[in-house]
């Protein structure tokens, strides 16, 4: 095992670079791929249908137990990411093609970029220090979730203006209003937060690993609900999902944003729209919900003393990875839950939540916390 | 390495910045702006202030040219069907001109401009943060209040007051 990590700190400083690049598009793409299947799984189940469940390929049907894979649906996924590659790509006449090629580029720029600046688990190291696992550390942490993935806009907005046609057109613009009015709550929410782990005397740090580290104990989301609440409503809005799915809401507006697009360019969109979603349910599980913490009060520290992990970063490793990710794939499920469940807004109501109920709320829980974190750390 | 970011980034954003304007499609002219304001952002990283960087990226790149973008494609400007310039926007566009090249060259002949200081204040977050609530206080208050300003112009000059109808 020690020869894997000499072998990879002895590689070019640029060849890591471009390893640990390939390994976010390795991971992201055929997670959106698996989403795509599991929200068809969840659906289906929600609905008391079997979901997909017949695609075979009759030369491997001969292998015992692949009826379970099956019945899962993995080659129904297998077939439409196959399809999404080799299918026609029709492009039409009327579009501006530069843009409109752009467009979906565009998306998966923020999407993979935020990635890099989450971490995602924890180790241990000889000084019995707890080190984030994550591709690239930033003291601006949150900040620069928040600023790349902000930026995600400018593919619905090009993708709607690039078409050309009324429904995409009135798609991009609903997601451009919608979106920067979500980013206000979404910011103001988060800033309790921040306000506590910055304790006096601090240096200051918008650092995701010293949230984390500031949630030994307990977490955020058990005493700060508010906040936690006005996030995840926020994201939702963030991340074009119902019931706020304005920008490609079928019944008015075909698919919005996306009706042009085909085949690959409309699946990059996609891959795009499930790591935000990925990155989002990331970002609320390690502000308001302990990260890799398994339990409140329980911190990964103590796990790794009774399980004689503190000598073992990589297992210990891969255990905060898999409770970080347990964690944000339970999120992935909240996400599907409430698109089966609740219907979609008028867009008068998203922009009526957004700006008089989330907003006001925001402030109101900032100011609140405010005062009250500065009256707990200024009593002693 | 550093050296060559320099150069890399500032000839995009100088470039870009120069084609947002020589642009006639206001579209493209936005996007443009978009990537200068990215090289900005990098020469900003070089400079070892991140935090600046990813500001400029959030409020500027993520909300000011989207809501830009927004008002262009609900205008429908379409190019050509307005002249570039008008006379007197070109007489404003050389004065402006002419001002800041006086400027830029009273600058360079008579100003003494103090030596750098020694010790630099490490730019941490807590560092802007005093300098911002102690030193600079007064000057963030009034740009604040400008700012305030300029929006309730914008929600006077966008309402369509109709006088008082009887019912």
Redesign the interface.
Known sequence: MTAVIELWSGLHPLLQAVIKGLAVIGVMFPFGGACSLIERKVSAWMQGRPGPNRALPFWVAWVPGIGLLQRLGVFHLMADGGKMFFKEDPVPGHVNKFYFYLAPVVGMIPALTTVTVVPFGAYLNEAGKMVPLVLANLDVGILAVFAVSSLGVYALILAGWASNSKYPFLGGIRASAQLISYELSMTLSVLPVFLWVNVPGGNGTLSLFDVVSAQNGAWFGLWMPLSAIVFLVALFAETNRLPFDMAEGEADLVGGFHTEYGAMKWGLFFVAEYSHMLIGSGVFVLLFLGGWNPLPWVPLADVAVWLHLTTQPILLGLLSIGIFLGKALFFIFLFMWVRWTVPRFRYDQVMKLGWQKLLPLAIANLLFYALLIAWIQTRN | MSDTLFIILSVLTVATALLVVLNKNA?NAAMFL?LSLVGLAGLFVLLDA??LA??L??VY???VV??F??II??LDTTPGRFPAFKPMTIAASVLGAALLALGILSLSERAVLPLPPKAVAVP??????EQLFTTYLLPVQVVGFMLLIAMLGVIVLSKKYTPEETK
């Open positions: 579209v978009l991140p935090l990813f500001v990226i959030l790149a993520g909300a989207a809501l973008l927004f494609m609900l941490t977050m807590k560092n802007y943060a």
